[in-house]
């Protein structure tokens, strides 16, 4: 079963430009994890955010979670055409032991 | 560098056909999942161990699937009898604490199903 979902569903943009993805959840989570996958790759983990942190920076990523509306969003700033891959958000239920449960995720293209 | 490996990366059975998938964990990681993703579904989480003890499998279909771990070093995924609609990329992943942590993916094991 999904837990998160993604918004927009695809995303183009510009070199240069900021790039904005939202993930909503239904659950009470113990952290939010954001994942980026190349075509024909597996996942890479990019950053975590327990649920008691409300913002987290890693390089050009930033990311926000708010827990009273059951969200989060990545940043991706001054974006590159290497930035472009599907980005997934995960979620680790807090009544579920560990199991990590993916969106359905956001499809980025930075154009050069 | 130590990474999570998976075989085959790529396999074309007939229906009705067993396949079998393989995973090698990160030496030390003590969770293992196995997700299979389509582009109608997405990624679907279809079996979870701790320490090898199965988890949760309910994400799996009982009747043709099946998911061991007959050691630390190994994670299988079985399909039996195979179906078409079981075409998909099939992908495992290990972590030192579960979803409490990141999780480390292998490549990918894309099956066909004809």
């Known amino acids: 079963s999904q837990q998160g979902e993604e918004d927009p569903q695809a995303l183009s943009i510009q070199e240069g430009e900021n790039a904005t993805m939202n993930c909503s959840y239904k659950?009470?989570?113990?952290?939010l994890q954001w994942y980026r996958q190349n075509s024909g790759r597996g996942l890479v983990h990019l950053i975590l955010i327990r649920s008691n942190e409300r913002e987290k920076h890693s390089g050009r990523l930033r990311v926000t979670l708010d827990t009273s509306k059951k969200s989060s969003s990545l940043l991706i700033t001054a974006s590159r055409a290497a930035d472009t891959a599907s980005y997934f958000c995960?979620?680790?239920?807090?009544?579920?032991?560990?199991?990590?449960?993916f969106g359905q995720g956001t499809e980025l293209s930075v154009k050069p | 560098d130590a990474r999570v490996t998976q075989t085959p990366r790529h396999k074309v059975t007939e229906m009705g056909q067993e396949v079998t998938m393989r995973c090698q964990p990160i030496?030390?990681?003590?969770?293992v999942f196995w997700y299979r993703q389509t582009m109608m579904q997405g990624l679907e989480l279809l079996a979870y161990f701790r320490n090898r003890a199965p988890l949760d499998d309910s994400g799996m279909p009982k009747d043709r699937f099946s998911a061991e771990m007959p050691d630390a070093t190994l994670a299988t995924l079985k399909i039996q009898p195979s179906e078409p609609r079981d075409s998909a990329v099939y992908f495992c992943?290990?972590?030192?604490?579960?979803?409490?942590?990141?999780?480390?993916f292998g490549q990918g094991t894309r099956l066909t199903v004809v």
């Open positions: 659950t009470s989570i113990n952290n």
């Open positions: 992943a290990s972590g030192p604490r579960g979803g409490d942590t990141e999780a480390f």
């Open positions: 030496l030390g990681h003590n969770t």
């Open positions: 995960a979620t680790d239920d807090h009544n579920q032991g560990g199991k990590l449960i």
